[in-house]
């Protein structure tokens, strides 16, 4: 069983940065490709940002290429999501979520089998 758990969450102000992890304790995580997702309030949830299995192939939402990274480092079965020049409308919960190869997009949510509980981000004005 995969169960993300996303840290870094908080309240930053326009223009600011916050890194976002997700832990995952799973013997066999570099074989996950991984993803972050946001629901802002009222909103569906969203595609972020992805790294693949192999090679860390990255994808990226367009509202946030050139401002957030993507990054995994599988030695400590994490991955991180670094947000930088943030604006009040990337006020969201943000998720990690967790797929095994299946051949679905990056952006597909639901081609993803595990999700974590999630991690308030708040951008003030």
């Known amino acids: 069983q995969v169960q993300p758990v996303e840290s870094g969450g908080g309240l930053v102000q326009a223009g600011g940065s916050l890194r976002l992890s997700c832990a995952a304790s799973?013997?066999?995580?570099?074989?996950?490709?991984m993803g972050w997702f946001r629901q802002a309030p009222g909103k569906g949830r969203e595609f972020v940002a992805a790294?693949?299995?192999?090679?860390?192939?990255?994808y990226y939402a367009d509202f946030v290429k050139g401002r957030f990274t993507i990054s995994r480092d599988n030695a400590k079965n994490t991955v991180s999501l670094q947000m930088n020049s943030l604006k009040p409308e990337d006020t969201a919960v943000y998720y990690c979520?967790?797929?095994?190869?299946?051949?679905?997009?990056?952006?597909?949510?639901?081609?993803?089998?595990?999700w974590g509980q999630g991690t308030q981000v708040t951008v003030s004005s």
């Open positions: 979520a967790a797929k095994w190869p299946n051949g679905r997009g990056a952006a597909d949510i639901g081609g993803y089998d595990y």
């Open positions: 799973v013997r066999t995580f570099s074989g996950l490709a």
């Open positions: 790294i693949s299995w192999r090679d860390s192939v990255t």
